[in-house]
């Protein structure tokens, strides 16, 4: 059974640093491309950014380019997301989420239950 | 505003036949598949349907997709009061490099 678990969330002042990681199990994760997407409160959901499987190709939502990172260590099977100069607007839940098939980058099939990011002052 | 035009809200009673719509572009919609999740109240997403039509294991025929030129549908047939949800449609986008979502549908159960 695929699981991913999200931690590193919490509350962040304008500006500040937060590293959110992604547990990742039952699949072999660095087969697989992996993604995070967030849900503002209330709102809908705004995809992040990528990773491909090798970690070699990422791509990131214009609104998080220059500020975000996302990464991944195949040996730990775990997935990252660095996250500098935060802005309230970036409050939200992060969730993890697994491309469907192995190799490209797809469509995401599986997500975690998310961890909660919280910017203010 | 998202890239992807779902209508905010949809409603329908038991046993119904709702359908949701999801317009886009040339560049997302209209060269890549589209997906579709269902998110019930306080639960992450969940996927619906993938390339445009196809359903995952453990999704029941009610749910149906469909995709022609830049825009898709989710039809859901024998509403029931369990599929009240938001919906959200997706696909790439080679323009922006990324992908996007619609901004989701709330369907409400009457």
């Known amino acids: 059974e695929v699981q991913l678990l999200e931690s590193g969330g919490g509350l962040v002042q304008p500006g500040g640093s937060l590293r959110l990681s992604c547990a990742a199990s039952g699949f072999t994760f660095s087969s697989y491309a992996m993604n995070w997407v967030r849900q503002a409160p209330g709102k809908g959901l705004e995809w992040v950014s990528v990773i491909s499987h090798s970690g070699g190709r990422t791509y990131y939502a214009d609104f998080v380019k220059g500020r975000f990172t996302i990464s991944r260590d195949n040996s730990k099977d775990t997935l990252y997301l660095q996250m500098n100069s935060l802005r309230a607007e970036d409050t939200a839940v992060y969730y993890c989420a697994k491309d469907q098939y192995a190799t490209t980058i797809n469509d995401i099939q599986h997500w975690g239950q998310g961890t909660l990011v919280t910017v203010s002052s | 505003q998202s890239v992807l035009t779902q209508p905010p809200s949809a409603s329908g009673t038991p046993g119904q036949r709702v359908t949701i719509s999801c317009s886009g572009s040339?560049?997302?919609?209209?060269?890549?598949?589209v997906n579709w999740y269902q998110q019930l109240p306080g639960t992450a997403p969940k996927l619906l349907i993938y390339s445009n039509n196809q359903r995952p294991s453990g999704v029941p025929d009610r749910f149906s997709g469909s995709k022609s030129g830049t825009s898709a549908s989710l039809a859901i047939s024998g509403l029931q009061s369990e599929d009240e949800a938001d919906y959200y449609c997706?696909?790439?986008?080679?323009?922006?490099?990324?992908?996007?979502f619609g901004g989701g549908t709330k369907l409400t159960v009457l």
């Open positions: 040339s560049s997302n919609i209209g060269s890549n598949t």
């Open positions: 997706a696909a790439w986008d080679g323009s922006l490099s990324g992908r996007v």
